[in-house]
């Protein structure tokens, strides 16, 4: 008897020592049933995996929508046409095009084309058009059209768009195309700006003069809706044979020759360059070096992966704890599981595949949900404009890897719950106790070593990685990535540093669960729950302050490229003044200087414009002195400067690059009255000013243009633009001294001296009416702009070919536009942040049901649990936020750590903290999440039902 037991005994032991086949399928089946086993719990997870991987998917089938297919690309360039072709460079060989992007071109060293000098003749490409084939040669030209409304100058698009050739590019609308001389097509936009309808008569009045008819509307397959347009015959103002036009300006579409690439390579050496449709569709083994590099599809994957992996981490602390708090509500599952004999790759299996399946569930419906919102989203921003919306387009692939990555982040939330399903206690387990599981001795000192050893390190990382790039940016020549890989360390630190804070999180909340016994019963119930449940507490926390760490480092970057644009930014004039040189250019492009007869006749037509404005001052035309000499031989007379010549930086003071500049719309020596002077300044001028300018003296508004009160102007007769030009060391051939006085302007604006007309002429400068300036209460608007550009088309005569127009530049100041980015980052912290807070709320209620009954044992009033849950939420958000806010100036203050002035000529980021805007992100954030879980959550009162086993 003793014997057959020992025997028995003995069988027993050798059956535990074996391992049992592990068994797959049972596990996942298992793992399946106690994903869906409670409902708000899986749809939780779901939602967390199925949220990003939505937002992910939707993104990226807008964002490739917005990438045109070869096909696109080709049916916009083309048409139904074979070839185009069109002079890029001057007629000499040495050039070669991209079979594929026909524009990117090269040339041979030491070829003609790249010795030539620019007095090169270029080709005309309709003599190189291919002999006996089909071709329709296309330009612009600027024209005055006249309607029922009026004149109007628009640029007008010269050959026969609307040919069935080029359908694609162009595309008619309504009517029908015409079929003699003496017709024309419009867009829809010019046929209501001119107030004219289909089969109504228009004048061009400029530059030809003939009467049109209007035969129906058609546009640009490129252009928005509402863009202007006309579209005349070929010949309407170019000759028949030949162009007039620059060479450059004339593109010819051949209908159905396409030429082969060795006759494209032939007309390289003419300057042309062509798109074969047959070339592009099968391209040559001879691509150029650098053809296609620009894609911006190549960022945007980029991008796209380093927010994905973000993603992927916030899911993973926000998923692995619901994981880890329902693991431990099915402790007594795992439990029986156990005591019939899993092992523990068998219990682990089981809450991996409920991560599994989760995963899958999420990232199915995201993908779907996704892909239908951006499917809407295209449909709804598509205008009809093929070079905004080429294309619905979903990147199949890029969308399952998408889904791909959900389903291991799900995978992965679920690995940690495992590895806890394991080490349950069973006999506890079956007996019903929930205890909280004990420190483990082991781990405990290891994270008492690592945690501060990990913030030490990521802030040294930081600072050093943050020198080093510094350094790097600094060399003269920089023909390597050591700048990008040293900064790699300015990411990485502030990582190992998150981690090191989340690692000393559980004494974190042991600090403050001592701080809140001070606060009432409901902050020391919230702190010592989240101090005992750091499965739960933990993770949110450290969600919390990634989140906002990423918002700090990109509000304190937009504040210090802020700050940095302040500091060099050089104010024109006085705010709300817009001013618009005269500055006109000879038939050959060179400068032709002032003409004050000119600028009155373009003040008239400005005044024109703008009187019916309410909100815009009278037009008032200045004098200027020209700093910028032309093709014939003048003088020219220039301010001489008694400043610093021997600045390593720009400033806006005494090295501002005003000093050295020579830029016709920012002159340096003006003429006018005294209210002039006012307006320029912004202020009404001083007693000493006023007395200064009316009895004949100047007035300096910059110190280095003042010596000894006077200003000194230093003539150089004979300059011309291809002269050697003025230096430091080039000797004046006369100067003249002016009495002044210095008003210097604070801050200072782009005018050196000012002086009334009659001071100028009794000194002999040679100031011309050359400058319009008005007053005005904003910029103005694109419709003003083109209206504006109109009149003059319109009404310049043969002056609109020395002057394009008036261009205003209206001085607005250092207007901030990082507004709307700190918006937006505020935004989605808070959206996260609530998210986050939200399910730890959530996951607090479902794993407090013991909580509950003794709550409910003891009487508390129902409003108990509301303060419970919002001083939840204001622990665990604040000390995320603040934590993250406090990390994030770190990276910024690494890149902006200088201790040298640096190289000559190179400008630094300041370091600039926004701390209203930190301070509503670590304070404000947190009391609105805290309001908000006071408002809505433990409004329902469940009540407490204890289950016998």
Known sequence: MNARRRRADAGAGAGRDRRTPFALRPALRLGRRLAFAKAGRAALIVALIGIPTAGFAAVSVVVQSTQPTQAESLRYDLGHAAAQMQVVGPDLPGMRQDPVQWQYTESAKDSPVAKSDGEARFADVLD????????????????????????????????????????????????????????????????????????????????????????????????????QGVFVPWGTTQPTTGTAAAPFDVTVYLASDAPTWSEIRALNAHGITVQSRPVVLDPPDERLHGAGLSSPIGWFLGAMALLGVFAMFEVALLAGAAFLVGTRADTRSYAIVTSVGGDRRFVRSIVAGSGLVLGLTGAVLGVALGTGVGVLAFHLADNGNVGSWPGLHVPVGLVLSIGAAA???????????????????????????????????????????????????????????????????????????????????????????????????????????????????????????????????????????????????????SASEHAQFVRDYEYRTAVGVATADVWLSNEDGSDGGYDASVTAKAAKIVSG??????????????????????????????????????????DTTSCSRYLESQDT???????????????????????????????????????????????????????????????????????????????????????????????????????????????????????????????????????????????????????????????????????????????????ARSDGRRDDEVLDAVGAAPVLRRRVSAWQAAILTTVGAVIGTLLGLLPIRALTLRFTAGPTGTTHLPFVADWPVLALLALGLPLLVTAGTWVFAGRRHRVALRRTP
């Open 128 to 227: 190189h058009v291919p002999a006996g084939a089909v071709s329709i040669p296309v330009t612009s030209a600027q024209i005055v059209l006249t309607g029922p409304k009026g004149p109007i100058g628009i640029q007008a698009v010269e050959g026969a768009v609307w040919s069935r050739v080029l359908d694609g590019h162009w595309h008619v609308l309504d009517g029908a195309a015409p079929t003699s001389r003496d017709e024309l097509m419009v867009t829809p936009a010019t046929l209501e700006r001119l107030g004219a309808s289909i089969g109504d008569t228009v004048d061009l009045t400029d530059p030809v003069t003939k009467r049109f008819t209007i035969t129906g509307t058609m546009r640009d397959a490129a252009s928005d809706p509402g863009a």
């Open 665 to 843: 719309s920012a002159p340096h020596i003006w003429t006018g009255t005294v209210d002039d002077y006012a307006v320029l300044t912004g202020h009404r001028p001083s007693a000493t000013v006023r007395d200064a300018l009316t009895s004949g003296r100047a007035v300096a508004l910059w110190p280095e243009y003042a010596h000894d009160g006077q200003v000194r102007l230093d003539q150089f007769r004979d300059q011309t633009t291809d002269g050697p030009g003025i230096t430091d060391r080039t000797r004046p051939d006369a100067t003249t001294s002016i009495p002044a006085v210095l008003d210097v302007q604070t801050p200072r604006i782009q005018v050196g001296v000012f002086m009334t007309r009659e001071t100028a002429e009794r000194y002999r400068v040679p100031a011309v009416d050359g400058m319009l300036v008005t007053e005005q209460s904003a910029d103005l608007t694109p419709a003003q702009s083109d209206e504006l550009t109109s009149a003059w088309q319109s009404l310049g005569g043969e002056d609109r070919e020395r002057w394009g127009g008036p261009y205003f530049q209206y001085e607005a100041g250092p207007v901030d536009a990082q507004g709307i980015v700190k918006a937006i980052v505020l935004a989605l912290a808070a959206a996260v942040t609530i998210g986050a807070t939200a399910v730890a709320i959530g996951l």
């Open 609 to 650: 414009v703008l009187d019916h404005d309410h909100d815009h001052d009278r037009v008032r035309v200045l004098g200027v002195a020209p700093d910028v000499a032309g093709d014939q031989p003048s003088t020219l007379s220039l301010l001489h400067s008694w400043g610093r010549t021997d600045c390593r930086a720009n």
């Open 407 to 557: 389903v291991l982040a799900g995978l992965v939330s679920a690995l940690v719950a495992a590895r806890a399903a394991t080490r349950v206690n069973v006999l506890a387990a079956l007996r019903g106790s929930l205890r909280p599981a004990a420190v483990n001795p082991r781990a405990e000192r290891r994270r008492r070593i690592w945690a501060p050893v990990l913030v030490v390190a990521g802030t040294v990382m930081t600072l050093a990685c943050g020198a080093g790039v510094l350094l790097l940016n600094d060399r003269p020549v920089q023909q390597d990535h050591l700048a990008w890989i040293v900064g790699a360390g300015v990411a990485i630190g502030p990582c190992l540093m998150q981690l090191g804070v989340a690692m000393s999180s559980p004494w974190l909340l042991a600090l403050v669960s001592r701080t809140a016994t001070r606060l009432g019963l409901s902050a020391r119930i919230a702190a010592r729950d989240a101090r005992r449940n750091p499965v739960r507490t933990v993770p949110v926390l450290a969600s919390v302050m990634s989140v906002v760490f990423v918002a700090s480092v990109a509000i304190t970057w």
